[in-house]
């Protein structure tokens, strides 16, 4: 958990199918401009095209495939487009769409959103949000209709690229290296930087897979972060891409770490923390609540989970890492649900009747169930183990069987010591809900 109507709209000028500009009046979605006489008045529906972004290159000429169905015969249907972000000096805004039938009823329609005579598709965000048809009444009048449809947008984006260099390329290991990159998209004419506070993250490879080891922000299109490499690496930045520019990855550019590893300055490490159980804190670092249970730190997404808000202790990630990182064997816990269960190897068992554990104990900490059932690798929710590791050796009530834990499933086995548990959550393995933080053998 972080502490942390009816309206009027006026339509542009629908020039090219004859429709007259003014205020029209919204009902429904739909704005009419005047009372229809015929006993099928044809809408627009089903405004679709082949894509809703396309990236492009450096010389190339954007293309959509727009079409819609009309819901009655119309002769002419057009759709006014609206460019929602800046263009270029020499980039109109607005432009009216004129689509053609592709069937003998009149009903289907296509068109294609390009450049058209003095008008270029620029590279940005572009809204297809008025149309209009026009048709012919039961005397063969021509009528029109304008209409406002739901919002529906096309991005036109621009190609990055990325550019990767290293200052210096060649060091001795553990030696500080400058990874820097400048970015920039692709504009129908020309280009632009990557917009500053572009995230950018460097990723690294020393033979294997490519791994993310760093993160940057754009500056006037350039950003830098300092690695310390250990052996020869290759580095490459990627950019996830928004707004106007592309997805993209740099080449990659190599840094080699050859000679002997200059010795370390020791880095001053906090003092361990040592919280009583049921204890609330604050990591500084994300802001993210913790209480504290055995010793180690579950997430809490909510203080209610908890019994409501209290005071709680700041922590600093340095000092929160000398933690433990999973509650201790034995630690009871009244989770959020009103279950309680006791830790074994860093995961909890469900505990269906004091009994089973030799009688009532006090010493439980109230924690929030979100951090039992959604376990993970790494991260705010890594403090729980779903299944014991391997290797727990659990004990069946306060003199029973001992059982050793071999991927998830106890198993008989003889061993001293061994956290005591309810010999219920062993005959129930893997029946379902509560019981699955044991596998059934």
């Given amino acids: 958990m972080r502490l942390l109507p009816r309206s009027r709209m006026r339509v542009p000028a629908l020039t090219a199918a004859g429709l007259a500009a003014g205020v029209l009046t919204a009902s429904a979605g739909v704005l009419t401009a005047a009372p229809a006489q015929a006993a099928a008045i044809p809408s627009i529906v089903n405004l679709r095209s082949n894509v809703t972004s396309t990236v492009v290159q450096a010389g190339q000429v954007p293309s959509v495939d727009v079409a819609l169905t009309t819901t009655a015969p119309a002769e002419s249907v057009e759709v006014w487009v609206t460019?929602?972000?800046?263009?270029?000096?020499?980039?109109?805004?607005?432009?009216?769409?004129?689509?053609?039938?592709?069937?003998?009823?009149?009903?289907?329609?296509?068109?294609?959103?390009?450049?058209?005579?003095?008008?270029?598709?620029?590279?940005?965000?572009?809204?297809?949000?008025?149309?209009?048809?026009?048709?012919?009444d039961d005397n063969g009048a021509i009528r029109t209709r304008a209409q406002g449809f739901p919002t529906y947008n096309i991005q036109i984006s621009g190609q990055t690229t990325l550019a990767a260099s290293a200052t210096p390329t060649s060091v001795a290991p553990g030696s500080r290296v400058t990874v820097s990159v400048s970015g920039s998209s692709v504009l129908r004419t020309g280009s632009a930087p990557l917009p500053d506070g572009s995230p950018l993250t460097l990723q690294a490879k020393t033979g294997g897979d490519w791994a993310t080891v760093g993160n940057a922000t754009t500056s006037g299109g350039?950003?830098?972060?300092?690695?310390?490499?250990?052996?020869?690496?290759?580095?490459?930045?990627?950019?996830?891409g928004a707004g106007n520019a592309s997805a993209a990855t740099s080449a990659g550019v190599t840094v080699r770490a050859t000679g002997s590893t200059p010795t370390p300055t020791p880095t001053p490490t906090a003092p361990a923390l040592s919280l009583s159980d049921g204890t609330l804190i604050n990591l500084t670092s994300t802001g993210e609540v913790y209480v504290i249970a055995g010793g180690a730190p579950l997430y809490v997404?909510?203080?209610?989970?908890?019994?409501?808000?209290?005071?709680?202790?700041?922590?600093?990630?340095?000092?929160?890492?000398?933690?433990?990182?999973?509650?201790?064997?034995?630690?009871?816990?009244?989770?959020?649900?009103?279950?309680?269960?006791?830790?074994?190897?860093?995961?909890?068992?469900?505990?269906s009747s004091w009994d089973a554990i030799g009688g009532y104990r006090s010493d439980y900490t109230r924690v929030d169930n979100y951090a039992l059932v959604n376990t993970a690798a790494t991260g705010r929710l890594s403090h729980v183990s779903y299944h014991p590791v391997?290797?727990?050796?659990?004990?069946?009530?306060?003199?029973?069987?001992?059982?050793?834990?071999?991927?998830?499933?106890?198993?008989?086995?003889a061993a001293s010591g061994g956290t005591v548990i309810d010999p219920v959550a062993i005959a129930r393995a893997g029946s379902g809900?509560?019981?699955n933080h044991l596998k059934a053998a």
């Fill in 83 to 136: 460019g929602l972000t800046t263009l270029l000096l020499e980039e109109q805004k607005f432009r009216n769409l004129i689509f053609a039938p592709v069937n003998g009823e009149r009903t289907e329609w296509r068109a294609t959103l390009t450049d058209a005579q003095n008008f270029r598709l620029g590279v940005g965000t572009w809204n297809l949000g008025a149309g209009g048809v026009t048709y012919r």
């Fill in 222 to 240: 350039r950003a830098s972060t300092v690695v310390t490499p250990s052996a020869t690496t290759e580095y490459r930045w990627t950019y996830a």
């Fill in 390 to 413: 391997d290797g727990t050796v659990l004990r069946a009530g306060p003199n029973g069987q001992t059982y050793v834990v071999q991927g998830g499933v106890a198993r008989p086995g």
């Fill in 301 to 351: 997404s909510d203080f209610a989970a908890v019994g409501g808000f209290r005071s709680y202790t700041n922590v600093s990630q340095a000092e929160f890492d000398t933690l433990p990182k999973r509650p201790a064997d034995g630690a009871l816990v009244l989770s959020s649900s009103g279950e309680v269960f006791v830790f074994a190897g860093g995961a909890p068992i469900y505990l």
């Fill in 433 to 435: 809900g509560q019981w």
